[in-house]
């Protein structure tokens, strides 16, 4: 390999990992802490070696040699968390227009994908949801330098009830399309979580329920039983993974959480049972309320069939009302978009719709910073901005806790103490 390839490789490497040697002191005008929802007036933030080591003010003594990041004007946040995009799916290809395209061509959209999220501000992504293992290749291409984009928690493959919302449900009998992780039993469930793990999986997802974008199911039947979900959450528990279950219907969100589930996704059409269930069981709820307002307006130009959309009308207020319920009762919410079934790197237009709908914008930024950090595990590593945990940062111009979709146009972006996206 030449010295040029090798350079160009290194730098590639520290732009997407945040790697590096050198000392980064980055200031600006405040800092929001987000967990107490105050504000550190000039901060300074040192990192070494892709790890915050000191949050001081500005006057404070910079180490020897740091190179300096200065930002006027700016409020910091820690990098933002979205728990549920599909980095290997596109809005722009719905119903059955997704099929004239190979395989391959989902994990390359995906590099752009990836490049977008990073640069709207979100520094750490769950992908729920991906086939041909386009996800797992996509975080090990960042993981090693050779694409920007954020950390990735990788599903694989989501799997549920042959014939459910997590099979394949486009084709008639003679082209014989299956999943290929259907679960029927729950010893296939726990063989699915023991395969998928193997072939890097770090978070297992179900289907527990019917969806909106699949064919000839309802949002709110039930697709996988207690026992089944039980199965799976126990052995994905064993190897300390957690378990994301697709669940919009009110039996179908009781039993998940019954089952033993860390996150409910969409819980579109719970009910109060349900409710008062998942605050009893500390569950996280992540509700993709933003979505509807994309797919009611671009989904019939992209291809998606009229059965979806319709299925897609009759939930979204439901879903969005419920969301306001169970924020007022108490259940633990995560920031969950559910990217791909809108543009990626459109995330960030989710909190105003978070605050319309009865959040402060202060509980709409925590379900992205601390609330998703301590569902993933990994309260040790990110979801603030303080000692110990990787130099993820994003910068605005602006109050985001008066005005909450500044975060919607982000002027500066940090990785690991690697500078992504800083506007002169």
Not at 31 to 38: E, N, Q, Y
Not at 87 to 97: I, K, N, Q, V
């Amino acid at each position: 390999m030449s010295a040029k390839i090798m350079a160009a490789a290194l730098a590639a490497w520290t732009l997407a990992t945040g790697a590096q040697a050198a000392t980064v002191a980055v200031s600006a005008d405040r800092l929001l802490d987000v967990a107490t929802g105050r504000y550190l007036e000039r901060p300074m933030v040192v990192i070494t070696d892709g790890r915050i080591v000191s949050v001081g003010r500005q006057g404070d003594a910079a180490p020897t040699g740091a190179e300096r990041v200065d930002l006027p004007g700016v409020t910091l946040l820690p990098g933002l968390i979205d728990m549920h995009v599909h980095l290997t799916s596109s809005p722009l290809y719905g119903g059955y227009t997704g099929y004239q395209f190979s395989d391959a061509f989902w994990t390359a959209i995906g590099v752009r994908h990836a490049k977008d999220t990073l640069e709207a501000g979100f520094t750490t992504v769950r992908n729920v949801g991906s086939s041909f293992w386009g996800d797992v290749g996509l975080r090990e291409a960042v993981d090693n330098g050779f694409v920007p984009g954020p950390r990735i928690v990788t599903a694989a493959y989501s799997f549920g009830a042959t014939g459910g919302h997590c099979d394949e449900t486009f084709f008639p009998p003679s082209m014989q399309a299956n999943a290929p992780f259907n679960s029927d039993s729950p010893d296939q469930g726990r063989a699915a979580v023991r395969k998928l793990r193997k072939y890097g999986a770090q978070v297992i997802k179900i289907c527990a329920t019917g969806g909106v974008f699949s064919r000839g199911d309802s949002p709110g039947a039930q697709q996988l039983s207690v026992e089944e979900m039980k199965s799976i959450a126990d052995e994905a528990h064993l190897s300390g993974m957690k378990v994301a279950a697709h669940a919009h219907g009110a039996p179908g969100i009781k039993a998940a959480i019954l089952a033993g589930v860390d996150t409910i996704e969409h819980a579109s059409l719970v009910d109060d049972e349900g409710i008062k269930l998942a605050v009893q069981k500390g569950v996280w709820f992540g509700m993709d309320i933003y979505n509807t307002d994309y797919t009611q307006a671009e989904g019939k130009k992209n291809g998606v069939l009229e059965e979806n959309l319709q299925k897609d009308r009759d939930i979204g207020e439901i879903q969005r009302q419920n969301f306001r319920k169970s924020l007022k009762a108490g259940v633990k919410q995560i920031y969950a978009t559910d990217a791909g079934v809108y543009p990626h790197g459109d995330n960030a237009r989710q909190f105003a719709v978070m605050v319309r709908y009865g959040a402060t914008p202060l509980q709409a930024i925590q379900s992205a910073t601390v609330n998703a950090a301590e569902a993933l595990g990994w309260t040790r590593d990110v979801g603030q901005v303080s000692a110990g945990r990787y130099g993820d940062m994003v910068g605005v111009m602006g109050d985001p806790l008066v005005d909450v979709r500044v975060l919607e146009k982000p002027v500066f972006v940090m990785k690991g103490g690697a500078v992504v996206k800083r506007l002169p």
